[in-house]
C-alpha cells in the first residue's frame, strides 16, 4: 500500500500509452520480478483520465462544471476512492449495494469516512437497513436509492419508522428511451418515466414518515455506456448515434419536467446523471447538478469504441503463456475475465501486447486458459507474458487481490507500491 496522490495531470513524458511499442514492454520491465497474473495501475495514466473527466465536465458555455460523484463498482479499490475524492471537482460516492456504502460510510483506520454515499439501486437487505436505520452517523451519510412505494413497506416492514432514524432517500426516473419505431431503448432500471409519475412518488414519499426525499437520479445507458463507434460496423455506428441524437433530446425535455415536478414538493439536494460516456451531455443538462461516474478513470477498452473522448489504459493485467500445443499456438494460464452485459466478443478481455495475437475462435478467453494465435504467438516461450485489458473496469478488481501501482522514476516505469481491490480487503459485496 502507497499512498496516492492523483493531484498533478501527468507531464507529456510520462503519457507513454500513446505509443504503446514504448508503453507495454515498460510495464513488462517494471513488474519482471513479479510472477502472473497480475494487475497494474498506471498513474500517469490514472491522473490523466482523472483530470480529463474533469475537463470533460465543464460545459463550454461558461457554466460551471459539474461535480462528479465517483461510481464505486467501477473502481473496487478503497484507496483509489480515497484519491480520487481528493482532487476538486469530486464530490460523493455512487455505491452499488448497502452494504458497499456501509463500509465505506464507516472509514477505518487506514480510510477516512465517505460522508455521502448514494446507493445506485434499491436494497433488500434487511441486515444492513437495521444497522443504517440504527445510526445517527450512518443515516446521515448514506441515500437509499427508491422507484416504488414498496421500498418503503419493505423499510417500514423491518424497522418501523419510530423506532429508527430518518432514512435519506434518492429517486431514481427511468432515463430510457421509448422509440417510436424501436420501442424500449436502454436497461431496464425504475418504472418511473414520466414527470406525473415522479411527482406521485415524490407525494407519497414526502408523505411518509421517517423518510426524507433529497434527491433523484435517472442513468442514460443507452448514451452513457454505449460506444458510438463500433470497429468494423459503420452502418451499425450510424445508428447508434441517431439514436443517441434522438434519445438525448427526448430526455432533455422529460427529465427537466420531472426534476421540476418533484422540486415542486420537496427540496431536493442533488440531481445525479450520466456516467463516463456521456459527461459532455449530462454537464448540458441544466435539470443535473452532478454526474456519476468511475469507468473513465481505469480505461478498459469498452471506451476504445467512443469518438468523443479515449481514455488511457490506466488498469491492464499480465498472464503467463504455460503451453505451446503447436507451432502457431500459445497458451495462457487462465483469461476468462469476461464482462458482464449481453455475451459477445465486446465482453472478453483485449490482447494489448505483443501485437500480433487473437483469441481462438472456438475456444475464445477460458476460466483455465485462453489460446493466441497470430504471427507473435510463434515465437513466444514457456514463461513470456502477455499483456491484456478488461472490456470494464471495476469488474478487474474482483480477480486480484491488489493492483501493482506503476509511477515514473527517474524517466523510467518503476513499481512504487500496492493497492488493496475490495477482494484484498476481504470484501465482496455482489
Not at 347 to 363: D, I, N, Q, Y
Request: with cysteine; hydrophobic share 45%.
Amino acid at each position: 500500500m502507497t499512498d496516492l496522490n492523483l493531484a498533478t495531470p501527468p507531464v507529456a513524458a510520462e503519457r507513454t500509452w500513446t505509443t504503446p511499442d514504448v508503453f507495454w514492454p515498460s510495464l513488462s520491465a517494471a513488474t519482471a520480478q513479479l510472477d502472473p497474473p497480475l494487475a497494474v495501475l498506471h498513474l500517469p495514466a490514472l491522473r490523466h483520465n482523472a483530470h480529463d473527466m474533469l475537463r470533460r465536465a465543464t460545459v463550454p458555455s461558461g457554466r460551471a462544471a459539474k461535480s462528479i460523484r465517483v461510481a464505486s463498482k467501477s473502481v473496487r479499490v478503497r484507496s483509489v476512492l480515497d484519491a480520487v475524492l481528493a482532487l476538486p471537482g469530486y464530490a460523493g460516492v455512487l455505491a452499488y449495494t448497502l452494504p458497499e456504502a456501509l463500509w465505506l460510510a464507516e472509514g477505518d483506520a487506514e480510510h477516512p469516512p465517505v460522508e455521502d454515499v448514494v446507493v445506485g439501486y434499491p436494497t433488500a437487505d434487511r441486515g444492513a437497513i437495521r444497522r443504517l436505520a440504527a445510526s445517527p452517523e450512518l443515516a446521515s451519510r448514506v441515500t437509499l436509492m427508491v422507484d416504488s412505494i414498496a421500498h418503503l413497506d419493505l423499510i417500514d416492514a423491518i424497522v418501523p419508522p419510530g423506532s429508527r432514524e430518518t432514512i435519506r432517500l434518492c429517486l431514481e426516473l427511468d432515463s430510457s428511451w421509448l422509440a417510436p419505431v424501436l420501442g424500449h431503448v436502454g436497461v431496464y432500471r425504475s418504472p418511473v418515466h414520466s414527470a406525473a409519475a415522479a411527482r406521485e412518488l415524490a407525494a407519497a414519499i414526502v408523505r411518509r414518515p421517517g423518510f426524507a426525499l433529497v434527491g433523484m437520479m435517472g442513468y442514460e445507458a443507452q448514451i452513457a455506456g454505449q460506444g458510438d463507434n463500433p470497429p468494423g460496423k459503420p452502418a451499425w455506428g450510424a445508428t447508434l448515434r441517431w439514436m443517441q441524437k434522438n434519445s438525448r433530446e427526448e430526455l432533455l425535455g422529460r427529465r427537466g419536467e420531472a426534476v421540476a415536478a418533484v422540486r415542486a414538493i420537496a427540496d431536493l439536494e442533488f440531481v445525479n446523471g450520466g456516467g463516463t460516456g456521456s459527461l459532455e451531455f449530462t454537464a448540458s443538462d441544466d435539470a443535473v447538478t452532478e454526474i456519476a461516474a468511475g469507468s473513465g478513470l481505469f480505461g478498459g477498452h469498452l471506451f476504445d469504441t467512443y469518438r468523443s473522448f479515449r481514455p488511457a489504459p490506466a488498469a491492464s493485467f499480465a498472464l503467463s503463456v504455460v503451453r505451446r500445443p503447436d507451432a502457431g499456438t500459445a497458451t495462457l494460464l487462465g483469461g476468462g475475465w469476461i464482462a458482464s452485459g449481453p455475451p459477445g466478443p465486446d465482453r472478453m478481455p483485449s490482447v494489448e501486447w505483443p501485437t500480433g495475437l487473437s483469441m481462438v475462435t472456438r475456444e475464445m478467453a477460458g476460466e483455465v486458459q485462453t489460446p493466441l494465435t497470430g504471427a507473435a504467438a510463434s515465437v513466444m516461450r514457456i514463461g513470456d507474458r502477455v499483456w491484456l485489458r478488461h472490456t470494464k473496469s471495476g469488474e478487474l478488481s474482483e480477480h486480484v487481490d491488489a493492483f501493482h501501482l506503476v509511477d515514473t522514476v527517474d524517466g523510467r516505469a518503476r513499481v512504487v507500491g500496492e493497492a488493496a481491490t475490495y477482494r484484498g480487503d476481504g470484501k465482496v459485496f455482489l
